[in-house]
């Protein structure tokens, strides 16, 4: 157990944890830093001088506060994970021996369910190109790379060339925290690239010289606004009608991934994600598809 005056300490571990082991910026670790210490606040407000295998109450009494307080279902979920993490490192520590928070879910409505396309949606984005030109082409790349490999539109627009390996097909991706990862990219997206490198990249940059994989003016990298824009255009053509983003084909990603039996971890890594919970909002999406296809198929569905 852990008495009060130990308490910083601890907190200052656990983000020097984080920051050295998982390489978090530094905005996620000033809202760790937020939720925690909050945490402990109420701790002492409450008479509490020790951390204990027993918090689970208290855990779910500061949940109950923030919500009488006002804080949101998600911002609240976000408190319990930052929460859940200290606990963990206090047990992987052996400070604590078992781990009180593990039996506590997120509020219901803590992690908003992200939009997704269907995957036949999502073929006629892919097709829905113009009139063949190098920026079509360029254009068609990214999309298909967007969705090959779920990545985040900032992560698209700064890759250089050698952070793809079109022989063994994947991408190195430099992500949040300046955390790197490699996913796999698939034939469809290794294709369209390839014929880019080919043709497209040469006629846009007309011997100006870029490391930029997927340049704009002068070589220098498209912006995540320009991108917007050609996906908007591109999503109308398709005939979406849905409310549809760039970073829509991402949360497609993992969804189709998930649906087709995919690991969580191995999604969990492909999306860069630190911690688990915050991949697992894709698995209701994932388990409303098997609702259905039970109710659809089995003889007492």
Wanted: overall charge positive.
């Amino acid at each position: 157990m852990a008495a009060a005056p130990l308490m910083d300490a601890l907190l200052d571990r656990h983000l020097g944890h984080l920051m050295a082991e998982k390489g978090l910026s530094s905005n996620t670790l000033a809202a760790y830093a937020s939720d925690i210490s909050g945490y402990l606040d109420f701790l002492e407000r409450n008479g509490v001088e020790r951390l204990s295998e027993q918090d689970a109450p208290l855990i779910l009494r500061r949940l109950i506060d923030l919500k009488k307080s006002g804080l949101t279902a998600r911002s609240r979920a976000r408190s319990l994970v930052a929460i859940r993490g200290f606990y963990r490192f206090l047990t992987r520590e052996k400070i604590l021996e078992k781990d009180p928070s593990r039996m506590i879910d997120l509020p219901r409505a803590g992690l908003k369910l992200p939009h997704s396309l269907s995957r036949k949606e999502v073929l006629a984005l892919l097709n829905a190109g113009g009139s063949p030109s190098c920026a079509e082409m360029r254009n068609s790349a990214m999309l298909h790379l967007l969705y090959a490999a779920g990545l985040r539109v900032s992560e698209l627009v700064n890759l250089d060339v050698h952070h793809v390996n079109l022989e063994a097909g994947f991408v190195r991706v430099m992500g949040k925290g300046s955390r790197e990862r490699i996913v796999p990219i698939g034939l469809a997206a290794k294709e369209k690239i390839m014929a880019y490198m080919e043709e497209g990249r040469p006629g846009l940059l007309k011997n100006v010289q870029s490391r930029c994989l997927f340049p704009a003016r002068r070589g220098r990298p498209m912006t995540r606004q320009g991108f917007w824009k050609m996906f908007k255009k591109r999503a109308r053509k398709a005939g979406i009608s849905k409310e549809a983003s760039p970073h829509t084909l991402r949360h497609s990603f993992a969804t189709h991934l998930l649906d087709g039996g995919a690991d969580l971890r191995a999604v969990q890594a492909m999306l860069g994600h630190v911690d688990i919970s915050t991949t697992q909002i894709y698995t209701h999406v994932a388990r409303d598809r098997l609702k259905e296809i039970h109710r659809r198929h089995h003889p007492r569905g």
